[in-house]
Nanobody, 120 residues
Framework: QVQLVESGGGLVQPGGSPRLSCAAS????????MAWYRQAPGKQRELVARINSGGRTKYVDSVKGRFTISRDNAKNTVYLQLDNLKPEDTAVYYC??????????????WGQGTQVTVSS
């Protein structure tokens, strides 16, 4: 199963702009959609952004215009640029490989995620 390692989180002030990275263990990554998810304390994991193999993107309404997902197939890496962060964006962020046509049917093992805490 594909292994994923997320990085780039931390404590960020409101309005901050960190970039998260997710490295996949296998080149299977290049033909499939990739997605970022987040899970806040006491809440279910939710889809944040999705990018297909051709670069087409989709975002949850709460992050549209603030977050940008991108991918580098040569590096088996997907990125999530977080701009204009708000306290409600505080969560553990995860990435995964997604089955074609799906948002939550994932192909990889869940990694440790990367914590993003937005606070002044």
């Amino acid at each position: 199963q594909v292994q994923l390692v997320e990085s780039g989180g931390g404590l960020v002030q409101p309005g901050g702009s960190p970039r998260l990275s997710c490295a996949a263990s296998e080149s299977i990554f290049s033909g499939y959609p990739m997605a970022w998810y987040r899970q806040a304390p006491g809440k279910q994991r939710e889809l944040v952004a999705r990018i297909n193999s051709g670069g087409r993107t989709k975002y949850v309404d709460s992050v549209k215009g603030r977050f940008t997902i991108s991918r580098d197939n040569a590096k088996n890496t997907v990125y999530l640029q977080l701009d204009n962060l708000k306290p409600e964006d505080t969560a553990v962020y995860y990435c995964n490989v997604v089955r074609l046509g799906s948002d939550y049917d994932v192909l990889g093992s869940w990694g440790q995620g990367t914590q993003v805490t937005v606070s002044s």
